[in-house]
């Protein structure tokens, strides 16, 4: 009865391959996002999507596509992978977007670029 | 954009001594500011959070407070005990998170 469930949990792949990150939900939030957190634990968002539609986009490379086929599933498919990338990569969901309220996050991925 | 700024980044306590973590943020447009706390190899939980409207909210040994004009707010643990042991985040939210930097809370049975 996981609430917000990520796969894989590690991920090692070397630099320029494509990779994928699949997240889902179970507390039938409206609102997901994707944050990656650095080697020195900063936490920064990438993406929200609301009911399926991007709301947030912070400035990401072109190379992370975000994909919401429902407002339970947000999978973040990334080009041509960079060294830099290597980072833990964490699913949220929350109730809505304009209002304040718990974001719940998933365990992470951590992804390692070789 | 806010920017959320979080103060020591690391903190070592004795068993059953309080541990006070502090925030300043700059937006004033910010309505929501949330306390996560993350183990290691988890992802963050929230432990409390605190509306605009209020200036101070408790719940068992953790306590928030918020000083709108100032734009601080800080994290209060009483009677710390082993489990309290994590990293500990601030954030502020106008449309988005933003997170302060961490503190890293030992606490030393």
């Known amino acids: 009865d996981t609430a917000v469930s990520q796969t894989p949990k590690y991920l090692v792949t070397q630099m320029g391959n494509d990779k994928s990150i699949k997240c889902e939900q179970n507390?039938?939030?409206?609102?997901m996002y994707w944050y990656k957190q650095d080697s020195k634990k900063f936490l920064k968002i990438m993406f929200s999507?609301?009911?399926?539609?991007?709301?947030i986009n912070e400035t990401v490379p072109n190379r992370f596509s975000p994909k919401s086929p429902d407002k339970a599933h947000l999978n973040l498919h990334i080009n041509s992978l960079e060294l830099g990338d290597s980072a833990v990569y964490f699913c949220?969901?929350?109730?809505?977007?304009?209002?304040?309220?718990?974001?719940?996050f998933g365990p992470g991925t951590r992804l390692t670029v070789l | 954009g806010e920017n959320v700024e979080q103060h020591p980044s690391t903190l070592s306590v004795q068993e059953g001594d309080s541990a006070v973590i502090k925030c300043t943020y700059s937006?004033?447009?910010?309505?929501?500011f949330p306390w996560y706390k993350q183990e290691l190899g988890k992802g963050p939980q929230l432990i409390i959070d605190?509306?605009?409207?209020?200036g101070e909210k408790k719940d068992q040994r953790i306590a928030v407070t918020l000083n709108k004009t100032a734009k601080h707010f800080s994290l209060h643990i009483t009677e710390t005990q082993p489990e309290d042991s994590a990293v500990y985040f601030c954030?502020?939210?106008?449309?988005?998170?933003?997170f302060g930097a961490g503190t890293t809370v030992t606490v030393r049975a």
């Open positions: 949220a969901s929350s109730p809505g977007t304009s209002g304040v309220g718990e974001q719940f």
């Open positions: 507390l039938g939030h409206d609102t």
């Open positions: 999507y609301n009911n399926k539609e991007l709301i």
């Open positions: 937006d004033s447009a910010s309505n929501y």
């Open positions: 605190i509306r605009s409207n209020v």
């Open positions: 954030a502020a939210k106008d449309y988005k998170l933003s």
